[in-house]
């Protein structure tokens, strides 16, 4: 997020000659293709920085105007005026340009301090979210030791079942499981899984171990063995 936290600056060419030339090779090697390059953007206060530049010069070649009027010819006297009247251009520009980059700048300061009012409100709900969690983790872990006695109690009797159905005497129908049927993709084909098989709870922190349950690979598959 780097990039929200820079301000922008106004992107004003001098003029069609400023413009900086990069090589780009063709498909031919011996072929090179120029194309101009952007510009590097210029502040508000390098714009007034050229302005004050400008006005100098212009104030310079119009003190050495009547030098060049007493002394020179009619050509150095209209290469002169061409050369001011130019800089009073360039000044005008300038103005504009430096207005331009004085906006741009102003709305770009008022985006960033919207944007970082909006990350310290965030923050601060975060460092708030930080502390609940605590409380919530410390919570759950007593819920889940809770859930053992339960668990081991579903093992228990699923297990009963699942022997009792191993061995069926003649003419019994086996055993149902008595929770909702649950197998590998629904196939029921295949024998039921005990929600205290499947059942997974981490202990907290890394490489904690379990509270319930273990992972284990078995035949390319992720099962829950109880402890």
């Given amino acids: 997020m780097a990039g929200m ?3 922008p600056t106004v992107n004003v060419l001098h003029d069609r ?3 900086a030339l990069a090589p780009v090779v063709g498909l031919k090697p011996s072929k090179v293709v120029l194309y101009p390059t952007p510009p590097a953007p210029r502040t508000a206060a390098q714009i007034s920085a ?3 530049a400008a006005k100098a010069e212009r104030e310079a070649w119009e003190a050495s105007r009547a030098d060049v009027l007493l002394n ?3 050509d150095d006297v209209a290469a002169l005026d061409h050369r001011i009247a130019l800089t009073k251009i360039r000044l005008d520009q300038l ?3 430096h207005a331009a980059a004085v906006i741009a700048e102003a709305q770009a300061q008022a985006e960033h301090d919207t944007e970082q009012k909006r990350r310290k409100d965030l923050h601060r709900k975060a460092m708030k979210a930080s502390a609940e969690v605590e409380k919530l983790a410390a919570e759950y872990v007593t819920e889940a030791q809770r859930l053992v006695p339960l668990l081991e109690k579903i093992r228990e009797r699923a297990a009963l079942i699942e022997a009792a159905n191993y061995a069926l ?3 019994a129908d086996p055993v149902p499981p008595g929770e909702p049927r649950c197998s590998w993709n629904g196939r029921s084909d295949q024998p039921h ?3 205290a098989s499947r059942v997974k709870l981490p202990a907290l922190g890394t490489d904690a171990g379990y509270i319930w349950g273990e992972v284990a690979s078995i035949h390319g598959r992720i099962v829950h063995e109880p402890h």
């Fill in 193 to 195: 899984s005990s929600i």
């Fill in 17 to 19: 000659h400023d413009r």
């Fill in 169 to 171: 005497p003649d003419g």
């Fill in 50 to 52: 050229e302005r004050d």
């Fill in 5 to 7: 936290n820079a301000l």
């Fill in 72 to 74: 020179g010819s009619a």
């Fill in 95 to 97: 103005e504009v340009q």
